[in-house]
């Protein structure tokens, strides 16, 4: 069920519009409604309040202004699967002088100095 503090994504006739966080959920006069206040993600943020019922505020299709609206929940994508590390240690190669060519670590704090 969506509540307080989720971002949706509002749809207008099938078009994702903007992203929106939900404020609060109060309830209306009428029974099943609720005023919905809704903070607008885009710029200049923009508060409104909209009335809906319990499915709109669940993703349910409703018009508002003889158009198509509905509210999609947006869930966190999971973490990427952490990729397997590779050997942290380097391995010295030797150079055309006669050198390792291992990586030489420089401390940028003793370079402040």
Same mark, same amino acid.
């Not at 099938?14 to 029974?31: H, N």
């Not at 019922?53 to 990427?80: N, Q, W």
């Given at each position: *069920?969506?509540? %307080?503090?989720?971002?949706v994504?509002?749809? *207008? &006739? +099938?078009?994702? #519009?903007?992203? =929106?966080?939900?404020?609060?959920? &109060?309830? +209306? ?8 206040? !809704?903070? #607008? !993600?885009?710029?200049? !943020? ?11 505020? +669940?993703?349910? $299709? ?8 509905? #509210? $999609? ?7 990427? &699967?952490? &990729? =397997? $590390? ?9 150079t =055309? @002088? ?6 030489? %670590?420089? @401390? #940028? =704090?003793?370079?402040?100095?």
């Amino acid at each position: *069920m969506t509540g %307080v503090n989720d971002i949706v994504l509002i749809h *207008m &006739e +099938d078009q994702p #519009l903007t992203f =929106a966080r939900i404020e609060a959920i &109060e309830p +209306d006069a009428k029974p099943g409604w609720h005023h919905v206040k !809704l903070l #607008l !993600l885009q710029l200049p !943020l923009q508060p409104v309040i909209w009335i809906l019922r319990d499915a709109y505020i +669940d993703g349910a $299709e409703y018009t508002m202004g003889g158009k198509r609206m509905r #509210l $999609e929940r947006i869930e966190c994508p999971p973490d990427p &699967e952490p &990729e =397997a $590390e590779p050997d942290a240690t380097p391995t010295p190669t030797k150079t =055309a @002088s006669g050198d390792t060519g291992a990586p030489k %670590v420089i @401390s #940028l =704090a003793d370079r402040k100095r």
